[in-house]
């Protein structure tokens, strides 16, 4: 194998020895199956390649200081992803069944869970997909669970920095009523504009408001919002946004640490009003923001004064990373051992 720089991996693809699949037919999941294709061979007609019948997931396993290898909240990506499944009528794969592929995929390719001390992670990407044949716009009758994995670094440049984003009132991700809610890849394909051109503009990533009214935070490109003050945790309530996994733990350490939560719509007149703000996800962890631009609006809401993180995100960025690495007890029952 050749040798892995870890410590300076970035979130990219990185080819890895085994990839696991379930496939569904005949109305029934089967046995897990060991892969080491990079490739599915797939039908021209398939449901996914025409009708977007897709549905993915994204989690982390870390090896902590002891040398184990831990899994984060494995249960509820299996919930969200089952979740996306009924919403867009793809059969759902069990929490049990999605646990033996995850913890056998991280077994397989154990020697890609990054070191300690590097600071990075093996990302795990669950994708379940139609690969039954239609012509007509309706659900397939065969699917393929796979998951893969690959070491990953940092999401966004820098890591744990304060960095500005920039408010897009060009595109919508989701409608209120769509697909917001699901990791379908659909809403990505959505972003990929809005995403490309914050990008050029020199921001980490765009922010959606909300596309019936135009007023509230929804969330940014990969990752939810969160905005601190007064004691209080604060993160948008709305129908068109994923249900984030890294967010709904943010919301239990706030809550740890002493803090007010609150979760409700978020004008973005508001955003002038917060001491320090967030992304979070999976891949962000979390982004600290340093200021968030509405340039067709002609505002800049300037968060972190001083240009560097506060000492709220901080604190649950550590408390975060601590549990997820082993470094601190896992209070709230979140992390799976690899045995
Ligand atoms: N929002 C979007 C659109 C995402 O793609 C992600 C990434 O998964 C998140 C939020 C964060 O979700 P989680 O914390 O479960 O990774
Ligand atoms: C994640 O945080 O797991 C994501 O899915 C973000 C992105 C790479 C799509």
Redesign the pocket.
């Known amino acids: 194998m050749k040798e892995i720089d870890w410590s300076n991996l970035s979130f990219g693809y990185m080819k890895t020895d085994y990839n696991v699949r379930i496939y569904y037919r005949n109305n029934a999941w089967g046995e897990l199956e060991v892969s080491s294709e990079e490739t599915i061979p797939l039908h021209i007609a398939a449901t996914s390649l025409h009708y977007g019948q897709e549905a993915f997931?994204?989690?982390k396993a870390f090896r902590g200081k002891d040398g184990k290898v831990r899994i984060f909240r494995l249960e509820?990506?299996a919930a969200?992803l089952q979740s996306t499944c009924r919403g867009i009528m793809m059969p759902e794969l069990s929490t049990e069944r999605f646990r033996e592929a995850a913890l056998r995929v991280v077994e397989l390719n154990k020697h890609f869970v990054p070191p300690y001390e590097s600071g990075a992670s093996l990302y795990l990407r669950p994708l379940l997909i139609g690969t039954g044949a239609q012509v007509g716009v309706k659900p397939a009758d065969e699917y393929l669970f796979l998951i893969f994995v690959t070491p990953v670094g940092p999401y966004f440049k820098g890591g744990f920095a304060a960095t500005p984003y920039v408010i897009t009132r060009k595109y919508d991700?989701a409608a209120p009523l769509g697909t917001?809610t699901y990791?379908v890849g659909g809403?990505?394909a959505a972003?990929l504009r809005a995403s490309h051109e914050a990008h050029v503009g020199g921001y980490s990533a765009e922010f959606y408001l909300d596309a019936k009214e135009k007023k509230y935070i929804d969330?940014?490109?990969?990752?939810?919002f969160f905005g601190i003050k007064d004691n209080t945790y604060i993160t948008p309530l709305s129908t068109s946004?994923?249900?984030?996994?890294?967010?709904?733990?943010l919301m239990q350490l706030a809550e740890d640490l002493g803090m007010k939560v609150e979760r409700r719509p978020i004008a973005e007149a508001e955003l002038s009003t917060f001491e320090e703000a967030g992304a979070?996800?999976?891949?962000?962890v979390i982004s600290p923001i340093e200021r968030i631009d509405d340039p067709e609006n002609g505002h800049s809401y300037v968060i972190a004064k001083d240009g560097k993180p506060g000492a709220t995100c901080l604190k649950l960025y550590n408390k975060l990373r601590a549990i997820q690495y082993g470094d601190e007890p896992d209070t709230h029952g979140w992390v799976t051992i690899l045995e």
């Not at 979070?280 to 962000?284: D, N, R």
């Open positions: 997931e994204g989690l509820e990506n969200r991700r917001g990791k809403n990505y972003s969330e940014c490109g990969a990752a939810n946004i994923l249900p984030s996994i890294t967010n709904k733990s979070c996800g999976t891949a962000a």
